[in-house]
């Protein structure tokens, strides 16, 4: 069984930490479901003050939910739509500290008010999305969006 561990230090320590436990958890496995599934549940585990976290993945030109921990969420996004759909769009990071104020906000969650949206790029091509959503209004900083990038750069080596 794997553990996932804690740590009380600085910001970018705890991100190395569950860096290198996304490592452990991805080597030697090839599904790409298995490892999103635990991707999430391995963030879910790790990120403070954050109420969904999860994967859209790219399907016939639109991001349809894949692995995640929260609530019920909305299964299709199209490419252009909302945070996720954007983030698909424009190939890079959307972080966003009010929700409420993105134009064309998709709420799957109403006590959603901050995002953060990293996609996943396999040979410059949009594979997918990962989302995290918050209760707390700009929850994510630059800091966050440096280490997230990073765990997306491990993950997609093992998609």
Known sequence: MFHVEKYNGKKSDQYSLVINQLKAL?????????????????????????????????KE????????QGLPACVRIPVGRGVCGTAAANKKTERIADVHQFPG???????????????????????????????????????DQVF??????????YM
């Open 148 to 157: 997230l990038e990073n765990f997306v750069d491990v993950l997609v080596q």
């Open 105 to 143: 906000h998709i709420a799957c969650d109403a006590a959603s008010n901050s995002e953060i949206v990293v996609p996943l790029i396999v040979d410059g091509e949009v594979i997918g999305v990962l989302d995290i959503d918050s209760p707390i209004k700009d929850r994510f900083n630059e800091e």
């Open 26 to 58: 991805l080597e030697g496995e090839e599904d790409r479901i298995a490892n999103l599934a635990n991707a999430s549940a391995l963030l879910n585990q790790f990120l403070d003050n954050i109420n969904w976290v999860g994967f859209y993945l790219m």
């Open 61 to 68: 030109g639109q991001l349809v939910l894949g692995p995640f």
